[in-house]
Nanobody, 124 residues
Framework: QVQLVESGGRLVQAGGSLSLSCTAS????????MGWFRQAPGKEREFVAT????????DYVERVKGRFTISRDNSKGALYLQMNSLKPEDTALYYC?????????????????WGQGTQVTVSS
């Protein structure tokens, strides 16, 4: 059983930056793609970003392109999300997830392990 633990969420002002981390049990992400999703109050969980096993392929939801950067350190079993120029609409519970293959997309059905989430709140 893979356990994922997110950290780094907090209250931040609009325009600020935040870095989220996700670590896996056993300090290994395996040979799988990883992703970040988020869920705002009253809304469905949505895709934010994904990164392939090697880190060579990344993809983002349009509304965060140019502001967010996903990265991973396989030697540490860690996944990151650097968020810049934050907006109040970025407020959500952010989840990391492990993909079922080395490269996956935005569908939640392509991910089979999920963390509990870390709260990001952006004040205006």
């Amino acid at each position: 059983q893979v356990q994922l633990v997110e950290s780094g969420g907090r209250l931040v002002q609009a325009g600020g930056s935040l870095s989220l981390s996700c670590t896996a049990s056993g300090r290994t992400l395996g040979s799988y793609a990883m992703g970040w999703f988020r869920q705002a109050p009253g809304k469905e969980r949505e895709f934010v970003a994904t990164i392939s096993w090697s880190g060579g392929i990344t993809d983002y939801v349009e509304r965060v392109k140019g502001r967010f950067t996903i990265s991973r350190d396989n030697s540490k079993g860690a996944l990151y999300l650097q968020m810049n120029s934050l907006k109040p609409e970025d407020t959500a519970l952010y989840y990391c997830a492990r993909g079922k293959r080395t490269v996956v997309g935005a569908s939640q059905y392509d991910y089979n392990y999920w963390g509990q989430g870390t709260q990001v709140t952006v004040s205006s």
